[in-house]
């Protein structure tokens, strides 16, 4: 019967949220998840599907241990996002932000979010998510603003917050400047164009090479490194910028790269965060050629170029430049740009007056308490890069010029001049007591409220029981990509901001979802999937168990979005599997049942032993995965216990005994394996699980397996002997099975096999299990320790034991001989050909060593097939 989960999920899902069995119980030990908020505006796609039931796994695992389980979830008010959203929406009227003004347009925002916002909250819930709902937090509620406000007035207190003046990133779409992990690098294939400036004195040129022709209006000097040879008999004079017409000095800098180009560089102080860098060093001009949305525009711009886009100024200025007689050449110059995070607009350098935060000062102790060992990042490959980034953090840049979010609390007197940050907004200037008072038009980086997030949710700046008893939390789990925005700094703010104790012990780091070309799923390729089709189609379950089987530690996951039902049938088919062995296992049960505790030990048989080791090796493996984040093998661990040993053998080995007086043995063991099952796999496929545990006998009204505990080992019950034993008696069935396939042998006819015992008991194990090798060998008798009977088949155990398949009656032997014949002449005159080829010494010499080796190896495998064709002509008899 094929599992349905469409009347179950929903069902099951608010019985657990009625019983408030998400919520973290009141005693015990507590283990902390804080999720990575969702942007407010988002909608469920696969990455938050595989980063959330990663979470929900841990979680209910940690929950099933009987730790106090909180996992907080919330939104992030997606600064840039959010507001991108609404512009678009505006835009689709005919409106601009600017035509409704500020305060309008963020009320506009706010009922957009009160309507939307909660969307991806139950998307979540649909794919099983066990958050504690009742401490949902938004990082703009009016308590976590405070948060937010509080931070910002301390740091400004320890003058870690100043105001720069200095080229930035800037995104001409969202209009705003950008932190430098907020500008992904791009590496894109682009032009090196070779320019002439002319000497003012007329008496030659200077070639300098640029990648953006475009800014060279805004140049103010050319430089040469002064250990450069080409370079030094120009330093000091000056030449012609072209276009502008102006006057600009050749200086010396050290930071001039002598191998980029000719040597010569331009220098916009404005335009570039190196050449600000060389400005400031020889005080240079630095006027600014372009206005915000990237259209050239200032003194130094030609009036036919002012207004006209960044880009095709570029394709302007190379075509006058040309006419002119002042471009060289132009190379292919594979280079990369930056591009907004969030838009993908490339992003322009550009000088401006920004907020920002003293980074070293914040970074330096949590990277001594990395090094020390106080908090680990899984997998380890991600270790030097965190440190580097540590080690050369950069100030952030903290101010957004947008609208929606918290807005800087820097306070300005018109009278006096006086600059303050407050906690609450100032009715006058504590300085003069005057007015009026302007406070800061920006907004704060989104980041900046959320590297709060780990203590913030829990109540900070007040000490409330919720942040004493959930902070520090335990387990972060994240993507890479925002390690550096929101990782590393929540690990700064809640060692500076919570006595040194960092937020959390382990940051785990899973993998990305790509498609089979291994490109990141987006929506601007097309190639995602909506994990709520998939939920639709074939369950939560089924979605579950994809993403994790397929999430090995750290790696990425591979999905095709161009054929869901292959993709999601392995997780599909487990359920199915699990459903028909549970029902199975359900219908041998009794309504009342003992215990495996109060089962006689004597009465156990080896199949019984035997299965119960296996469910304590399984307990002890699947704790151990999950402990160690390896959830993958957890999974698949719990999945080769249900469908190999526990239905493919046990079950089957126990048929015979499942009814008469000796039936409640195996049923117990049945009961047990099945519970034991259930509960480990629950916190990655806890639908079917908990519908399945609640069919078992015994379950009390109210009880679910949500909240049950985690199975412990049970010492009593691992049983080596058995483990070794009764793998004997496995192979000498799968042995006689492989026997019959190979040969062809219809299911319908009985075969004779005689079983010649090796090892301690000899023979002892094999006739205490005889009854089991004869039906599913599918055999009409076993003999032990005898003489094979007639021409046969055989096969060797790894312990030395034999088996022998008598053939006669059941094969035409005369045909199956002339066919392995034939198979092994076809081989020995492959192998003859391959061996005149490898003592051939002018091939041996001449062709490719990885040839040669591959070569040597083909021979090597023929002539194993060849040695198991005789072996197989020798058992059948033929001449």
């Known amino acids: 019967m094929a599992y349905d989960p469409r009347p179950v999920e929903s069902v099951l899902y608010k019985r657990w949220l009625d019983a408030g069995v998400f919520q973290p119980r009141p005693q015990g030990d507590p283990y902390v998840i804080v999720i990575p908020p969702p942007n407010v505006t988002d909608v469920l796609h696969v990455g938050h599907a595989l980063n959330n039931v990663i979470q929900d796994v841990l979680i209910r695992f940690e929950r099933m241990r009987g730790r106090a389980a909180e996992w907080l979830p919330g939104t992030d008010h997606a600064g840039i996002a959010t507001q991108n959203v609404m512009e678009k929406r505006l835009a689709a009227e005919g409106k601009t932000r600017f035509d409704l003004g500020r305060e309008a347009f963020v009320e506009r925002v706010w009922e957009f979010v009160r309507k939307t916002g909660t969307t991806i909250i139950e998307q979540l819930k649909t794919i099983g998510c066990s958050c504690d709902w009742s401490r949902q937090r938004f990082t703009l509620d009016p308590a976590y603003s405070a948060a937010v ?10 003058g870690l917050i100043y105001r720069g003046h200095r080229v930035i990133h800037w995104c001409p779409h969202c209009l705003t400047a950008l932190s430098d992990e907020e500008a992904e690098h791009d590496d894109t294939n682009g032009n090196l164009y070779y320019i002439k400036y002319p000497l003012a004195d007329g008496s030659g040129a200077v070639t300098v090479a ?48 002598k191998e980029f180009g000719t040597g010569f560089v331009k220098v916009t102080p404005a335009h570039d965060p190196n050449d600000f860098e060389i400005g400031m060093r020889h005080k240079l001009d630095m006027p600014l050629v372009m206005s915000e949305d990237a259209k050239m525009q200032g003194e130094r711009v030609p009036a036919e170029l002012r207004g006209v886009d960044r880009f095709e100024a570029r394709k302007r200025i190379v075509k006058q430049l040309e006419r002119e007689g002042l471009l ?11 591009r907004c995070y969030r838009c993908d607009t490339v992003v322009e350098p550009r000088l401006s007056d920004q907020w920002f935060v003293k980074m070293k000062p ?194 990425d996951v591979i999905l095709d979005p161009n054929d869901l039902e292959t993709t999601f049938a392995p997780g599909r088919n487990f359920a199915n599997k699990l459903w028909n062995i549970g029902q199975f296992v359900l219908g041998q049960l009794p309504k009342n049942i003992a215990g495996i505790e109060a089962v006689d030990r004597r009465l156990l048989t080896l199949a019984d032993r035997w299965i ?89 009204a109210g009880e679910l397996l949500a909240v049950a505990s985690w199975p412990a080992i049970r010492s009593e019950l691992e049983d080596p002997v058995a483990d070794r034993e009764f793998a004997r008696v496995k192979t000498a069935i799968e042995q006689i099975r492989s026997i019959r396939a190979e040969y062809r042998v219809a299911p319908k006819i009985r075969l004779k096999a005689t079983i010649v015992a090796r090892g301690n008991d000899r023979s002892a194990t094999f006739d205490g299990e005889r009854e089991t090798i004869v039906r599913l060998g599918q055999l009409e008798s076993l003999a032990l320790d005898g003489a094979s009977q007639g021409v046969g088949a055989h096969a060797v155990f790894g312990d030395g034991s034999e088996v022998v398949v008598a053939l006669e009656g ?10 392995l014949s034939e198979e092994k002449d076809r081989l020995d005159k492959q192998l003859e050909g391959l061996a005149a080829r490898l003592t051939n010494e002018n091939f041996v010499a001449r062709a490719p060593q990885d040839v040669v080796a591959r070569e040597r190896e083909k021979e090597k495998a023929w002539r194993d097939q060849r040695d198991v064709l005789a072996g197989k002509l020798k058992s059948l008899g033929c001449a």
């Not at 953006?212 to 008999?233: F, S």
């Not at 050449?329 to 930056?338: A, L, T, Y």
């Not at 070309?517 to 939560?540: C, E, F, Q, T, W």
């Not at 519970?675 to 639908?687: A, E, G, N, S, Y």
Request: proline residues 7%; neutral net charge; aromatic residues 12%.
């Open 362 to 555: 914040l970074a330096a102790p949590v990277l001594d308490e990395y090094r020390r060992g106080s908090f680990a990042i899984i997998p380890e490959r991600w270790h030097a890069t965190f440190e580097n980034w540590m080690e050369n953090i950069r100030d952030w840049n903290i101010s957004r010029q947008l609208w929606w979010g918290h807005r800087i609390p820097v306070f300005t007197c018109k009278k006096c001049q006086h600059q303050w940050a407050a906690r609450e907004d100032p009715k006058q200037c504590p300085r003069c007591g005057g007015g009026p008072i302007e406070q800061d038009p920006d907004v704060l980086d989104t980041w900046f409220s959320s590297w709060l997030w780990p203590f913030a949710t829990f109540g900070w700046p007040e000490n409330t029981p919720d942040l004493r008893r959930f902070y520090p939390g335990h387990t972060l789990v994240t993507a890479p990509e925002i390690l550096f925005f929101w990782v590393a700094r929540m690990l700064m703010s809640g060692y500076h901001f919570m006595d040194k104790r960092l937020p959390f012990r382990t940051v785990y780091l899973h993998g990305t979802v790509r498609d089979t070309k291994h490109r990141k799923m987006s929506k601007s390729l097309g190639n995602g999937i909506d994990p709520l089709d998939v939920v639709k189609l074939y369950g939560a379950d089924a979605l579950r168990w994809t993403l994790i089987a397929g999430s090995s530690l750290g790696a």
């Open 810 to 819: 059941a094969v035409d032997i005369r045909t199956e001989c002339r066919r």
């Open 612 to 700: 119960l080791s296996r469910a304590q090796a399984m307990i002890r493996d699947a704790s151990a995965s999950l402990e160690q984040f390896r959830l993958d093998e957890a999974a698949k661990r719990c999945y080769e216990f249900a469908w190999n040993e526990l239905a493919d053998w046990y079950v089957e080995a126990v048929k015979p005994r499942m009814t008469g007086t000796g039936a409640a043995t195996p049923q117990a063991v049945l009961a047990y394996c099945l519970d034991t099952t259930l509960r480990l796999l629950h916190p990655v496929v806890p639908f079917i699980t908990e519908q399945l545990w609640q069919m078992l006998p015994g379950r009390k």
């Open 210 to 257: 640029t990648t953006r022709p475009e800014t060279m209006l805004g140049d103010t000097a050319v430089a040469v490194n002064p250990e450069d040879p080409r370079g030094r008999p120009y330093i000091g004079k000056k030449a012609r910028l072209p276009i502008a017409g102006l006057e600009i000095p050749i200086i010396a800098d050290e930071s001039v790269d």
């Open 328 to 338: 060289v050449k132009i190379e292919p110059h594979p280079h990369s740009v930056r």
């Open 149 to 158: 406000r509080e931070v910002f007035v301390r740091l400004w207190e320890e």
